[in-house]
């Protein structure tokens, strides 16, 4: 029974390696490191939204402002605010929900893309690279989450996310374009507190 062990451990190490490639992680592991030292980022991003025919679905602007763990995402006059334990989402209208930062684990905002930190949430395998550029795909280890993969291009000179696909369960698709991005942008704390007083009082808040 010694030798069918033994293989079987091979395999299984062959396995993992293969789901957390080595090359694709150096690149990830670059692209963090940058996020975690920055002070404060500032990001201009669209987002090119398809369903499963390719046809287009909408475009969204969106402004990122984001400082650790915490960041301020504003389209239109929607905005999403997280003060890094709990996320305010205004739809522009009359109504704010709360939620914790644990219960939108399920979803994959503009500030999780940048944010860089894939290793415990994903496998990742590189799918092709340049001297200037790489192209990353991440398949979500938990099943539940509500997208299938994410494909990544980084900018491997700046080793910043340049753009990346998202494949939802239903196949509809959403490209993420980082316009501009600034990783020495000054930004006050306060920025990221919620402030009742800055929004309408008709305005009502669910948790």
């Known amino acids: 029974m010694r030798i069918p062990l033994i293989l079987l451990a091979f395999l299984t190490s062959f396995t993992l390696n293969a789901q957390k490639d080595a090359s694709a992680k150096a690149i990830l592991d670059q692209m963090g490191a ?8 500032l990001a201009s991003i669209q987002m090119v939204s398809k369903n499963s025919q390719g046809k287009a679905m909408g475009t969204k602007q969106i402004s990122l402002k984001m400082k650790g763990e915490k960041y301020y ?13 709990i996320i305010y989402n205004f739809d522009g209208a009359n109504t704010i929900s709360k939620s914790s930062v644990a219960e939108s684990d399920q979803t994959l905002s503009p500030q999780k893309l940048l944010a860089g930190n894939y290793d415990k949430d994903f496998n990742y395998n590189l799918l092709g ?9 991440l398949v979500p280890l938990d099943k539940r989450k509500s997208f299938q993969k994410v494909t990544l291009v980084i900018d491997k000179l700046k080793s910043a996310l340049s753009s990346a696909s998202i494949l939802d369960k239903s196949n509809n698709s959403t490209l993420v ?16 507190l919620f402030n009742r007083a800055k929004y309408p009082k008709n305005v009502e808040i669910f948790d």
């Open 34 to 41: 940058k996020v975690k030292d920055s002070k404060g980022i």
């Open 73 to 85: 995402l504003k389209q239109g006059l929607m905005e999403i605010l997280c003060d890094g334990k």
């Open 129 to 137: 690279q340049t001297p200037s550029k790489a192209t990353i795909e």
């Open 177 to 192: 374009k980082v316009l501009s991005i600034n990783y020495n942008a000054v930004l006050a704390d306060n920025l990221f």
